[in-house]
């Protein structure tokens, strides 16, 4: 590669860094507490070694964790930290690393700015190269945190390192993957479906290697697999870095070649040709919201319903290893007689989800942004079709939306549930009960959004600043002695947990006035403010 290629690297990944000033800090900050919180947990509640031992039995006793998670290669709480963390793990640092690529390759190109720059002295490669940079280094970054982390909980120091070594290597070949896959497509949505497929694809081979009989194999096909194979805290097998450089050198190699030989604003695959006639179903506002947001819905509700089978069937499972931990026992005791310990393990996943499902919201509304920005909108608004009526269709999907991706996956729980314990649908409407109140808390962050689209358009990516702190208010409340004033600004700390006996009261009815108000402040100022 010629060195001119290269110029104006530098600046570019000054501009990067400017800005994602914010949301990279956020994003990896994230990330972060997720591994401490992780660790610390296992180092509190099992400090026993015969704790560790009993959980090892349980674990190995369920084949739907085993498959899931992988088996527990060593009953030390490295060990433990390295199970819990080595397959979730590098998902999440993986979708992080495609976001990133994504945003500053491909949307840059589709959205007319590589142009400009191109036609300044920035070489052909200096944005794919200064996105990779920055994206490696952030995952670097991340990996000295993590094992400074570890050893902070007194961790042994190989284990850590390969542990985040690990997470560093996944990000950095996604990464790469990502870089790839911006080459051969034209538009960024087929970029990151692509990408997304393929980690999915990982998680399926690592699925079906993970028995030890004829199909062990698959586990070598892939990525995931090797993160597993690595052993942290249980041998380490330092090797398996040399298979994530060489993949991830030729699919960089690849990717140089690829940005090479196409045409700017072109993608190496030809463009998929429409049907000649559109569909009787685009003649309304709806359906072509529909249209627009079918895709992301359907995504989620099956990610969802797979979610809700594999949570029924270990439930019991993880029951059996509550009843048997005394630290359990005693937080059962301190919340009220009564609770049973599969409801805090369901309450927990309630909790936890009810905020991912805010994702989903803010999601909806950004692509009214996104069909704003990209002057789509212009075409429907200039006739018959009031802004408010498309707001409004486009805005029932954020709303609507969460609700039915959270009767699916308690559905599909239950029916999970029911089938292994004999107790199908017994207790279903007392957990919908329990996933419904949530609506008001998620509905307040698409309340955010929506307020930022209609009064501040240009903030509305916001929205995931506002997301990440309430997230990291909530996270930090289970460490630190946090004001209760503070707490309170998050909606989800007003969502009673109906599984544990507390009942709705006025707070949640106040959520709701809260997220109502933003959204007609948004509707308002987005009839009244001028498009784009």
Not at 116 to 126: E, I, P
């Amino acid at each position: 590669m010629k060195m001119e290629n290269l110029s104006g690297t530098r600046a570019l990944i000054r501009l990067i860094l400017r800005r994602d000033r914010i949301i990279i800090p956020i994003l990896f900050l994230f990330l972060i507490l997720i591994f401490v919180s992780i660790a610390a947990s296992f180092v509190n509640l099992y400090a026993d070694a015969a704790l560790r031992e009993a959980l090892v039995l349980q674990i190995s006793s369920n084949p739907g964790i085993v498959i899931t998670l992988g088996p527990i290669q060593n009953s030390s709480i490295g060990g433990l930290v390295a199970w819990r963390s080595a397959v979730f793990g590098p998902i999440l640092v993986a979708l992080v690393s495609i976001f990133l690529m994504i945003r500053h390759t491909r949307s840059e190109e589709r959205k007319g700015r590589l142009e400009l720059l191109n036609s300044t002295v920035v070489g052909r490669q200096a944005t794919l190269t200064s996105a990779l940079i920055t994206i490696c280094g952030a995952n670097i970054l991340l990996g000295i945190v993590i094992f400074l982390s570890f050893l902070g909980l007194g961790l042994p120091w190989e284990g850590s390192l390969a542990l985040a070594l690990s997470m560093v290597a996944f990000g950095c070949l996604f990464a790469a993957i990502t870089a790839v896959m911006v080459q051969l497509t034209e538009s960024s949505s087929e970029a990151r479906y692509l990408s997304v497929a393929i980690l999915i694809a990982f998680f399926i081979l690592r699925i079906i290697g993970w028995d030890e009989g004829g199909t062990n194999w698959f586990f070598w096909l892939s990525p995931l697999g090797w993160v597993q194979n690595i052993r942290a805290f249980a041998g380490e097998e330092w090797w398996i870095f040399g298979l994530f450089a060489v993949l991830t050198i030729g699919l960089l190699a690849l990717a140089y070649y690829l940005s090479s030989v196409r045409d700017l604003g072109a993608g190496i695959l030809p463009p998929r040709s429409g049907p000649n006639r559109a569909s009787f179903t685009l003649g309304s506002t709806l359906g072509l919201a529909w249209r627009l947001q079918r895709g992301m819905l359907l995504f989620w509700i099956a990610g969802f319903a797979l979610m809700g089978v594999f949570i029924g069937y270990s439930a019991q499972t993880v029951s059996n290893i509550f009843i048997d931990n005394p630290q359990f026992l005693n937080i059962i005791s301190q919340i009220g007689k009564g609770t049973e310990p599969l409801d805090i393990y369901i309450n927990f996943m309630l909790v936890l989800f009810g905020q991912i499902f805010a994702i989903y919201g803010i999601l909806s509304v950004l692509k009214l942004r996104s069909q704003e920005v990209k002057r789509y909108s212009e075409f429907l608004l200039t006739n018959t079709v009031s802004r408010i009526k498309w707001a409004l269709t486009n805005l029932s999907f954020a709303l609507i939306g969460p609700a039915i991706i959270m009767v699916i996956f308690i559905s599909c729980y239950s029916v999970s549930y029911g089938l292994i314990s004999g107790n199908m649908g017994q207790n279903l409407p007392q957990l919908l009960s329990a996933a419904i109140v949530y609506l008001p808390a998620i509905w307040v962050m698409v309340g955010i959004s929506v307020a930022l689209f209609g009064l501040l358009p240009r903030l509305t990516s916001l929205s995931w600043v506002a997301l990440g702190l309430l997230l990291i208010i909530n996270l930090l409340a289970d460490f630190l002695d946090i004001n209760h004033w503070i707490l309170n600004i998050s909606p989800f700390t007003h969502v009673p947990n109906l599984l544990l006996g507390y009942t709705v009261g006025w707070p949640l009815g106040i959520v709701l006035v809260v997220a109502l108000v933003l959204i007609l402040m948004g509707i308002l100022g987005f009839q009244r403010r001028d498009i784009t």
